[in-house]
């Protein structure tokens, strides 16, 4: 609604385009970016681990 007292005006595109650029996006952090990310936390913790173990705790027994 275009209110001329207040400046403000309504957007010409209310929700419209803006959610056919949201599943791309979706699909991308779903199938692409969580993945890496989850992969990327394992590989650190495999990696303080294996580094706890040579610098303060040995070899497991």
Known sequence: MNNPA???SAPSDAGGGGQK???P??????F?????????????????VWLLQ?????PPS
């Open 6 to 8: 207040s400046g403000r």
């Open 21 to 23: 650029r949201e599943w």
């Open 25 to 30: 996006a979706f699909l991308l952090l779903a």
């Open 32 to 48: 692409v970016g969580l993945p890496v990310a989850m992969t990327m936390a394992i590989a650190a913790y495999g990696f303080v």
């Open 54 to 58: 040579i610098l303060f705790f040995g």
